[in-house]
């Protein structure tokens, strides 16, 4: 075997071992490498990937996307190893829909935004941005399933919220810190004291169901005025399920928890239809890609070359 094709064993075991299939992608890097064989090269280039990937003729050129999409992990991969690696651009062929890259807000960063929204006008509007803000990034539910809550489905007293309009129509509980009940119950009653009665747990300025565009427009705002939303970047609501997510990893790495065994209960908690959706956010965050190599480089020494 060349060394390229070592390396490609080496990538492929370490990504299946983070629970990635890779069934398709292993077999187009097969043939990739067997190409740059042929062709003598032992350093990837982008000119020699986008080479290979655009070999098909008379398909569409997102087909020529997903191929070079499977020599550009590897190549991330690879640089890490061998600095004169080039990693092919994202931009070489057209790719439809992807899905974006997390931005990880930092401790700083979601303070900043919880402090902007607290200066929201009126007061209550304030009061409704920060909760469910602060119930995101404590929790990792869904934006939709935050704002479909009602009153009954979160029990303060126990501390559980049960969601009941989830993703796939899977119901499932979510238990809260005691920080995040006080926090819940607090606005919860300045709500029942403007609006009483309400069945909607989140509701408007005007005492209607928060609305998810209403939100939206509401936190862009906030995260352009503390920096998060620019001209080169774009913080979405969603990255705040992100950051739990990633957060409960790092967690589970630093701490030699068993990681396997945490996905499993991660993924649940998320409300993820099969585990590989959760796995992403070790490809998607480099790392937690780190971490988990060198997870693996020590359980199996020598495993990664």
């Given at each position: 075997m060349s060394v390229l094709a070592d390396h490609a064993a080496d990538y492929l075991r370490l990504r299946r071992t983070l629970g990635s299939k890779l069934k398709r992608q292993g077999e187009e890097l097969a043939q990739f490498v067997a190409f740059c064989d042929a062709t003598g090269a032992t350093t990837l280039t982008t000119d020699l990937a986008?080479?290979?990937?655009?070999?098909p003729e008379g398909v569409q050129p997102v087909r020529w996307a997903h191929r070079l999409s499977a020599v550009r992990g590897f190549a991330r991969y690879l640089a890490a190893i061998d600095p004169a690696t080039e990693v092919p651009p994202r931009d070489v062929f057209p790719q439809?829909?992807?899905r974006p890259a997390p931005y990880i807000c930092s401790d700083t960063e979601v303070r900043q935004l919880l402090d902007a929204a607290a200066e929201l006008t009126p007061p209550?509007?304030?009061a409704t941005t920060m909760t469910v803000l602060g119930l995101l990034v404590s929790t990792g539910m869904r934006v939709g399933e935050t704002l479909a809550l009602c009153s009954s489905d979160v029990d303060l007293a126990a501390g559980v919220i049960t969601i009941s309009e989830a993703k796939l129509d899977k119901q499932r509980l979510i238990p809260l810190h005691p920080s995040t009940s006080a926090a819940l119950s607090a606005y919860a009653a300045l709500r029942d004291s403007l609006f009483p009665g309400s069945k909607a747990f989140f509701v408007s300025s005007v005492g209607t169901r928060l609305s998810y565009s209403s939100l939206k427009q509401t936190f862009n705002l906030l995260a352009a005025t503390?920096?998060?939303r620019t001209a080169e970047l774009r913080v979405r609501m969603h990255d705040l399920r992100h950051r739990f997510a990633v957060r409960v990893l790092l967690d589970a790495y630093r701490s030699s928890a068993d990681v396997p065994a945490r996905m499993t209960v991660?993924?649940?908690y998320l409300g993820h239809s099969e585990p590989k959706n959760t796995y992403w956010y070790l490809s998607a965050v480099p790392e937690l890609m780190a971490l988990a190599a060198a997870r693996l480089e020590d359980s199996q020494p020598g495993a990664l070359r």
């Open positions: 986008v080479t290979w990937a655009r070999q439809g829909h992807r209550f509007r304030a503390v920096g998060l991660l993924s649940t």
